[in-house]
């Protein structure tokens, strides 16, 4: 894509740049100059900061489901190397339009046609930053005939080094297969930290985590930083994608499990014609010794 058009939005003390035609990407997040979220290295999706996952979050096997007596095959969808799985839904791979903007607030809109996903549907993403922090909603409308699985999520990226600490209390983890299909839940018995106080480093991942409880937060001590992410009570979910030797990390607020569509159809939403499902979360960034005094 040449010289993708990118959106200032600042309030307070934060900055987030948007990318409308990557994906509804976001390709910053700052806090006082610190980087909340990575900053694109690239104009590729996968560069990104945050991107939004509609109207399904991680991965269907293999594409395939059957959901109100619709069968359906998604073909893969990876930017990349193959990947055999449908991943991550629509909205992360195609432009979205800018419907209102000001120098604080963005709200973007995806219009979906059936296609091998056989529901129309409509999508918007509101980005909104104040001095309380940056706020992302996004929502998914049926706008097709009979009714439709519905799922979101966002997928945003964090800087990290040797002594990032993550906190998110959930009471179940899956265990999951090479290719990031889930093997089984972990059951804690209660919501607790699976990282023990340790480096998010320390235990690569690529999984989700169940039944949150409370906030997630992040500790860059380097930078004297507290990350805090207050996902409303539809984000249930977390998903933690931690890869070995690299300089990122994703905590990603999700409405439901990997293919749940076929695991565990009860945690997706089933939006009649005309219903809308949305979910939001909240980013806030302050100093540790702040918190801590």
């Known amino acids: 894509m040449n010289n993708p058009q990118t959106w200032l939005l600042s309030g307070g003390d934060y900055e987030v740049t948007v990318a409308p035609e990557i994906g509804g990407s976001l390709r910053s997040l700052d806090w006082k100059g610190l980087p909340v979220f990575r900053e694109a290295p690239g104009d590729h999706i996968l560069d990104a900061a945050c991107f939004p996952l509609v109207p399904f979050c991680n991965r269907i096997a293999h594409g395939m489901f059957t959901a109100d007596g619709v069968t359906c095959r998604l073909s893969p969808n990876f930017p990349g190397p193959f990947h055999p799985h449908a991943l991550h839904g629509h909205g992360w ?27 129309r549907y409509h999508a918007e993403q509101h980005v909104q930053v104040s001095v309380d922090g940056v706020r992302i909603t996004l929502s998914v409308t049926n706008t097709g ?60 991942v690529d999984t989700i985590q169940d039944l949150r409880e409370g906030a997630l937060t992040i500790r860059r001590t380097a930078h004297d930083l507290l990350i805090e992410l207050l996902p409303c009570d539809a984000f249930s979910c977390t998903g933690v994608y931690v890869p070995p030797d690299a300089d ?38 302050r100093h540790i010794s702040s918190h801590q005094a």
């Not at 791979?93 to 056989?118: K, N, T």
């Open 145 to 204: 005939q009979g009714v439709m699985p519905a799922g979101l999520g966002l997928h945003p990226y964090f800087p990290r080094d040797d002594n990032t600490i993550y906190l998110g209390l959930h009471r179940r983890e899956w265990q999951t297969a090479p290719d990031g299909l889930p093997i089984a839940p972990l059951d804690a018995a209660k919501a607790l930290d699976w990282w023990h106080g340790a480096p998010i480093g320390s235990r690569p």
């Open 93 to 119: 791979l195609v432009p979205w339009q800018v419907a209102s903007h000001d120098s604080a607030s963005i709200r973007m809109v995806y219009d979906h046609s059936a296609d091998e996903w056989p529901w």
């Open 248 to 285: 990122f990390f994703c905590i990603e607020p999700l409405t439901h499990p990997t293919d749940a569509v076929n695991r565990a159809p009860d945690r997706m939403t089933m939006l009649a014609e005309g219903e809308t499902l949305e979910a939001s979360l909240l980013i806030r960034a």
